[in-house]
Structures are given as C-alpha cells and as structure tokens.
C-alpha cells in the first residue's frame, strides 16, 4: 500500500503530547511536588445540572422500545439542535439558516475533515501564532501553508497580507493560543481580503461566550460580506464544558460565493453524510439542553468562574511587571517570558522550581517563541497558588 | 477557494437517500397505508439494561466535580474500553494489543478517515456487490476503484484478482448487502493476493456477532498473515444496538509489512489526535458494558431476535421458491427480484402494491441489479406481516 507521503511533513510528536510527557517525567522524578497544570485548555467544571437532567432523560429514551433512537437521519443532525443553534445566532444579531448548521463531535474533526472539499494543492493562509491542528491539517493534505505573522505591537491581532493568493485563511477569536479578540474593523478587513481574493474564511469560534466587553463581534456573520466567505467552526466544549461530552457545531452558508459555482454547503453535507454518522442521540439532547435558558444561565455561571481565574492570573501578572495578552474575553493568558528567555526553557524552569505547567508559545509556531500561555480553567485556590509560587520563583 | 474536483465523480444522492424520499413521496401520497421498512439496516431493539446501567452511572460523574471527565488524554480512546475491545479478540482465538486498538465514533467514519493515511493514487480492489461508502469515499479521495464482481453461483463470496495490483483491498463479513459469510479459506486467499500485492486489507467486522455456524471467521485475525496485512474495522452498532449511541473501533496492528517501511499504526494515531478528540465518555462507558459478560448475555438476545426475523424471511423465501443469501449468520437477506425484474421495478412495486420497503441491490453495485437487500431489523410481528404481503402480492 502506497501511503500519503504528506504526513512526513508534520511534526513525529503533538505539542501537548511533549507537555503531557515532559510532566509526566517530572512527576515520576518528584512524586511529593504537587504539580499545577495550566497547560492544556480543559474545562474543569462538572456539567450544568439542566445538561445532566438532560442526558439522563436522554438514556431513559434509549431504554425503551417506543422512544428509542437509532441512526439519525442526516450526519448533520437533529432538527431540534439545528434549531437551537441557528436561534443562538439569531440571538447575536446573525442570520443563518437551520440548513447551514451541521453538527458535528467537535471542533477539532470538522477543522480537519472540511479540508476534504479542498484542492490537494490549496494555500492556506495561517496567523501565526496559532492552534496547531491548523497547520498540521494542511499539511497533512498536501497544502500550502503561509503564514501572517502577529506581533506584541498589534495586540497580536493578525492582519491581512495582500501579496498571498489563498484558498483557505484561519481566523480565531478570542484567540487561541494568545487571548486576542479580533475587533468589527479587523474582521471586516479580513472579509475584503477573502472577497478581494476569492478564499475562504474559516473562523474558529469555540471561545466565543467568553467575550463580556460590548461592542467585539461574536460570530463572523456579524461582518458584511461573510456570509459570501466565510464557515464557522465552533464548539459545546468550553461554552458548555463539553470536552468529554463531544459536540461542536458548523456553519455552511448556502450563500458562499468563493468557491465559483462549487456549492460548499452541498459538498459538505454530502461529505458528512458518506464518512460520518452523526453525533450521539443523548449528546445531542444534552447541547441543546446547553442552549436553552436555563443551561444558558447555568453555563454563563460556569464560564464567568473561569474569567475569574483569568483575573486572577492577569493581577499577578500586572503585578510581576510582565507582559500579557488574554485574560479580559477568554480563559488564555499570553505571557511574555521573563528575561528574554525563550518559551521552553521557561516551561522548564516553571516546572522544574515552581511545578506549574504552561504551554510553550513557540509550539504554536514561531511568532510564539518567547511566550507562554496560560490556561484559566482550574480551580480558583490552584490558580491562586500558581501565581503565587511564579511570584516567589521570580522574585 | 478550489475545492475537491474529485466530489464530481460521485453520484450527487446516496442510495439510502434516495429510498427515504421515494418511501416519503409515496407515504405523503398515501397518508392511509402503512408501509413496513425492511430497507435501512438500523436496529430496533433498546439498549440492554447493563448498557443503560453504565450510562446513568457515567452521567452522574459528569455531575460531580470530584469524578467529572474532560478530554480523553489520547483521541484513540480510554484504556479501559481499548483492553475490552483486546479482550474480546483474546475469546476469538485472536491476539491484539490495548495500543493497536482505536475507538471511534463509528466504522463508518473510520472507513472514511482512514483513506488520509493512503497515497492520492492509489488503486482500492471492491467486490461488487458492495456497501456504497467504500466506493464514495475512495472517488473523493482522488483513488482508482476496481471491482472483483461476485455473483451467486459462488454465493456471493469475491475471489482475489492476480490481474489487478491494489493498494487497499474491502472485505466485509457477514457481507453487507449479501448477508454471505467468508471460510477460512475464502479469507486465507484473500490475505494471500495482500502478501503477494503489498496491499492492505480493509476488513469490515460489524456484523461479526451475528455468525452462528462453528467454524467460521469472527475476524480476519483468525487467518494467518493477516497481522502483516489486514486493519479490522468493527462497530458496536450492530453488536450492542448502538446505531444512535456510535461507538465503534479499528485495530491497526503494529506488524503490518504491506505499507513497506511506514508504521501505519503511527500514522493513524497521528492522523486521529490531530482531527479527532476522542469518543464521549459515557460512550466509552456504555460500550464497556456492552462488552461485559451481562452485558454480553443481554446483547446476544437482541441478535438471537434479529436471527429469529431473519429465519421468518427466509423460510417465506423458501416457500416461495425465491433464491437468496444470507439470513443465517446475518441480519441481511439478499433476494433474487422475481420475474427477473430489476430492482428497483420490483421496489417501487413492493412499496406500491406491498407497502414495504427493501433497498435495490443495484445500488450496492452493477452486480446487485435483479437483487433487493432485505433487512431483518425490526419487530417479529411486522417482518411476519411484511413476508404474508409479499406472498400475496406474488401470488
């Protein structure tokens, strides 16, 4: 069997696979020292009680000859989630249609399988820094991959550059790796680079119910034009504490015009529905239990503790004298390493005399080097003496 | 944004599709009748009470922040669920490791993955007839498709073809749509015509818990060579009723030598941390209690009940002297269409006349016209009264 030659183009080992190993051979070296993970972006919260209620009932319906659920009918799932979401956006001031929603088992599966509707040679356009599964996706399919460097300077807000002709560009906001939440101005510059150069936008907004400040967009769809450009990728998982539940939803317009006369929304479902088979039954009752009023409230709660960590981090910080992006509209805090030094020795040295875990700026490629990001999920005590032993490591 | 040209080469509606809105149009045009769908292989039965157990149970520690789950460390699945998976293949007689097993969400959306890891090129070998997917998913990844024609006089059994060098090699059984089930040495050619071709074989175990007869192959571990040769790619829809909770697993040995010096293995786990994240928890959960042993007893009732449907099509089969495949280690009974009409002539007359619904075997294949695939999911009462339909509209 001849095999795809592309995966010789991606790392051999997964950022947080090194993390996960390089902790683990810590620990093993040192089983008294207590160690404190900010690293990996997982929700730490138990589920809201209208999502367990939920799922209970969920698994009453699967126990029962007259209520019980097989295959769902379409890999894009049930009607009554389809509805819930596309009324969310509603909600937000955007337009879409229940049949340009297509719920999936995450963000993570539909970043990658959408590269199927792709030309095996597409340039995809990348800020950098940035979530890695992005970059490795690409090239994995054989794509192009460039990059658009943010900075420190701009709030490490990434800015279209006119002299690449993409097919694919990533957008995350609030961002992943750094914290950053892209402006109505900033999109919309995007949104003329994608219709200027007939790409394609795919706007990752899995942290999207983090952002508390007025007036910063909360899906693309609040731009003019996006809905010609651009999909949304997006994600129960830290909206709803859902990294163990598995659900995420996408966003296809029926409306897209960068494709010619490919009709994305079309191949996409017809991809879904010949390499997928839908989201489970009880999953999917529990995501629009996440939806309704009160997981809404219930949720929000969860997710406002969460941003209280992030204050946490974001005081010790100002108070250390170090640099941050984040913290304000997301549960990432994007710290500049002290002392110039670069992003893995400074995970090291936090691990090794402070046993906090961080993750290394520069795994999420080279504009990250020098950084380190830090995750607001956790429990407030853990977080609180996290800073606390940077604080005396530092000083 | 240049898309995927390859969508081009595939039929713009999926065959399962196309019977669900013909049975539609025909039930909105008669709102009086009503139709029995023997068409669609989705089980019927609820979830066994262990199954049911376990995921109420799971539920409850997504509500506890003391036992709450969020990601699962590794996208291939919980130790716990991978060494029961091991376990089940340790009482087949077959030896697989915790490390090559995989949990997914389903075959169907490993059957699909799984065609990342193969070259843009390459040449897939498909008995005819076949379940669509595996010719869909290969056109849209860009690959050649060859066909083995069966036909009944072998009983539906495809023999390698020296003639044709293939990359990957389908092999289902029981056989959907045939319901036929592969010797030993049916499967022993088979891993052969692999060694000789370097070819890798992709075999399709999810209808593994319906064989009933001593002596054949539960999985194509069974065979010698086949650790140097075969991925098994098996699902718990069929085995624990599972089509609405998706669940299913693939085993990539470590010993494969038909993908030369690429460790396969490897590749796939890449390949699913990178765009996948794992199966719910609760999934996982129910599927290891799926696999326990009351969990076990109370499955193979349910399959003990499909088989008793099954019995009751093939003996009106019998009687009225219709050729067929399949029914005995298999919920699938592939009939000859009488008369020798085409199927779908005899379809769209069965719906009409009978009001019931089978799937046209042409649409598994050009080896499949004048066979109709009939499934034996569904309550007793129904199939009785679907085969006395039949019988009188025949008679």
Known sequence: MRVNENFGRIEQSYLFSTVARKVSAYKQANPDKRVIRLGIGDVTEPLAPAIIDAMHAAV???ADKKTFRGYCDDAEGY????????????????????????????AKSDLGNFLDLTASDAVALIPDPVYPAYVDTNLMNGHQVRYVHSTAESG?????????????VYICSPNNPTGS????????????????HQALIIFDSAYETFIRTPGLPH????????????VEISSFS?????????CGFTVVPKTLTVAGSADLNQMWRRRQNTKFNGVPYIVQRAAQAALSPLGRTQTRAQVDYYLGNAAVISQGLDEMGIF??????????WMHCPDNMGSWDFFDRLLEEAQVVGTPGVGFGPAGEG???????GQRPDIEEAIARMKAMLA
């Open 181 to 196: 939440v892209y402006g109505a101005d900033d999109l919309a510059a995007w949104v003329q680079y994608a219709l200027d």
């Open 156 to 168: 490490y807000i990434a800015k279209p550059d006119d002299s690449i002709d993409a097919d694919l």
């Open 324 to 333: 941050y992006t984040g913290a304000k509209n997301s549960p990432y805090v």
């Open 371 to 377: 950084c380190l990001r830090l995750s607001a999920f």
């Open 60 to 62: 009453d319906e699967m």
């Open 219 to 230: 899906t693309i769809y609040e731009i003019d034009g996006a809905e010609r450009c651009a």
């Open 238 to 246: 830290k909206m709803a504490g859902f990294t163990g539940v598995r």
């Open 79 to 106: 009607e009554f989630l389809r509805a819930a979401v596309a009324e969310r956006y509603e909600s937000l001031g955007a337009e879409v249609g229940v049949d340009e929603v297509f719920i999936s088992d995450g």
